[in-house]
Each structure stands twice: as C-alpha cells, then as structure tokens.
C-alpha cells in the first residue's frame, strides 16, 4: 500500500541555518504530494504541495520538489527563522482518490 | 471567515462508555475528512465525505466506529464501547473538493479512555 517516511526529529537549527527534511514516499499511480506544518498551539496547515513530477512547490521561503525518479519530496529552506519552529509533516494523496497517507511527522526546533 | 471548529475540544471517557464528537466544517466545504492521531505520530485516515455521501470509510479501526454527515454539513464520529487504544486525538479537515485539494484542519478532540 501506499506510505510515506520522512525523517526522525527533532531536529535543532540555528536562526539562519539551511533546513533539509527529508521525504520519500511508496505510491501506485501519481500521487499528488503535500506538506503540512503545525505551530505550537495550532492546527495543522498547508505549507506547499506539488501534483505532478518536477512541479516544484513553494511557500513562505520553503521549497520542495516532486521528484518521481527518486520517490522523493524533500523540504527544504535556506534560511529558517525561530518562528518556524513547528511539526512538519509530509503526506500524499492518490489520483482521484480521497485517502491522504501522512509521515509521523519532523518537530524542527529553531535556536536564536 | 471562521474555520473547521470541533467539540469538545477534550474527553475523558471510562471503557466501555460511548462517545460522539462533533465537526463543524467550514460553510460551503463539499469534503470533510476523520483522522486519528496518536501520540508522536502523524494523522491516520478514518474516513471521507462528499456532501452527505461517505465515499470511503476504509481507515475505520473497527465496526465500533461511525461517521455520518447528514445533511452535508455538521459531522459526527460515534465510538461506541470505547477501548483504552481508542485514545487520540481525533481531527476533522474539510476541503472544497476536487483532486489535490488542499485540507483545512480543525483543532482536534483529545479524548482519553480510562
């Protein structure tokens, strides 16, 4: 069946610091792909999403690419910032089905 | 505009006692959507609707779990004889339908079972 695994948290940054969270998936068909965040306190939210292979999303200086060559669809932002300290999760949903597969989830701390 | 609200927003439920939480989508959402979350993980499917049509409940754990949405709006998980590995936190999305939608998050009912 379909999955997704993305990285073990936590992990700790500094302000400034490259973020990369890492994000394969097992999928029949052509997954659309998600990113969704949870701030402390709050529900989860979209970050980004991509639908189709190479289409890369983006949002609030995040990043990340659909890459069906290597099942891949890695978070990444060049400069984090203490504000976005959150859970991230990645999650994919099938063509013209309903079911959404989520990771366990990345908690991303950032120190000032 | 207001968002996906649930109630309660926390439930302490002896075993074997039933429980019924609430989903409020948002006004006009076609798609509504159950998940349950365990401690440390990430969201597991329960079940989805379209309007008032349950189009897939493949994620229920077991036949002691109901979702209806009767008038295609407000939604209601049912649990009955509820089980210590029942607790979570339950979360309602809607969305406004259509491949690739993106889904809006309620804040979640975290029930325990005792």
């Known amino acids: 069946g379909n999955s997704v695994t993305q990285m073990e948290g936590p992990v700790t940054l500094s302000e400034e610091a490259f973020l990369t969270i890492n994000c394969t998936y097992t999928a029949t068909g052509y997954p659309s792909l998600f990113w969704y965040v949870q701030y402390p306190g709050e529900g989860l939210q979209l970050l980004l999403k991509?639908?189709?292979?190479?289409d890369k999303g983006s949002n609030k200086g995040f990043e990340a690419t659909y890459r069906k060559e290597t099942t891949s669809f890695h978070l990444e932002k060049g400069s984090v910032q203490v504000s976005d300290s959150a859970v991230y999760f990645c999650a994919l949903s099938d063509t013209g089905g309903f079911k959404t597969i989520f990771g366990a989830g990345t908690r991303l701390f950032v120190k000032a | 505009g207001a968002g996906v609200s649930q109630s309660p927003r926390y439930k302490v439920a002896k075993r074997g006692q039933d429980v019924a939480l609430r989903c409020d989508p948002i006004s006009g959402h076609v798609s509504l959507f159950w998940y349950q979350q365990a401690l440390g993980q990430g969201p597991e499917f329960l079940t989805y609707f379209q309007n008032e049509a349950q189009l897939d409940k493949s994620g229920l754990p077991s036949d002691r779990f109901f979702a209806e949405r009767p008038e295609g709006s407000v939604s209601t998980l049912k649990i009955q004889r509820t089980q210590q590995e029942d607790s979570a936190v339950y979360l309602c999305a809607s969305g406004r339908g259509g491949d690739s939608e993106t889904q809006y998050f309620g804040p979640g009912t975290r029930l325990l079972v005792l």
């Open positions: 991509a639908t189709k292979a190479d």
